[in-house]
């Protein structure tokens, strides 16, 4: 029963997984035909990779014992050729000032996931060695990855407005935290529970952010129509044409 119901959460997990993964497409489909980033920041999709990145390789047989988190190798290295597409797409389209952004954010994080799977693969002998040196830094990136749309929060702030921070982005990220945080506990396994104890309140936090700042702009709207209006439409009425000759009769 135990067994079944892990397997049953690790399927809704990759389910919420993959609509977090894939929440991004309207987001660039908007990139390509304004062939502008706009004001989209390029942080959470770098983060996101180098996650997933770590959970594939925590997933496999080099740092787990055989294929005891195979849903986590499915779903996560899935996650790496989207969030690769995605941050390429974004690097196209970015200004010469957003390319250096995402140069200077990229840059380490590949250097970080070298480091991890060199360690981890020639340093470190056993399972569990490996296991809690990886599973520690997808501690940090798990956190950061849940955390890395808050970085649109001071512009959600600044323009109340939420145009750029997608609520399926907030959504799927709360959902896919809370079921992979129950897999981490069915399966005794702090490294995949722990990351997702934070990322589940974050999400959590980002959706009700989106409530407050969405609520406060329909209200906005409203009420600059019945300032200019008076709530009631106002039509133009075409007026008669005149013709005015040289010498200024009609």
Known sequence: MGVALRLAVGIMG???????FAAPILTFRRV????????????????????????????????SYKWENFPLVTINGLGVLMESTFILIYFWFASAKGKKVVAL???????G??????????????????????????????????????????????TKSVEFMPFSLSLFSFLA????????LLS???????????????????????????????IAEASKMDIETNGVEVKTLPQPAI????????
């Open 14 to 20: 990759n389910a919420t997984s993959l609509l977090l």
């Open 32 to 63: 390509i035909r304004k062939r502008s980033t706009e004001e989209y920041s390029c942080i959470p999709y770098i983060v996101a990779l180098f996650n997933c990145f770590l959970y594939t390789w925590y997933g496999l047989p080099v740092v």
């Open 105 to 111: 954010v990229a840059v380490p994080v590949i250097t």
């Open 113 to 158: 996931i070298c480091i991890t799977a060199l360690v981890s693969t020639f340093a470190l002998h056993s399972h569990r060695q490996r296991k809690v040196f990886v599973g520690s830094v997808g501690l940090v990136a798990s956190v950061a990855m849940y955390g890395s749309p808050l970085v649109a929060v001071k512009q959600v702030i600044k």
């Open 177 to 184: 935290s809370s079921l992979w945080m129950a897999y981490g």
């Open 188 to 218: 005794h396994d702090l490294f995949l529970a722990c990351p997702n104890l934070i990322g589940s309140p974050l999400g959590l936090f980002q959706l009700i952010l989106y409530c407050m700042y969405r609520k406060k702009g329909i």
């Open 243 to 250: 013709n005015i000759t040289k010498n200024g009769k009609v």
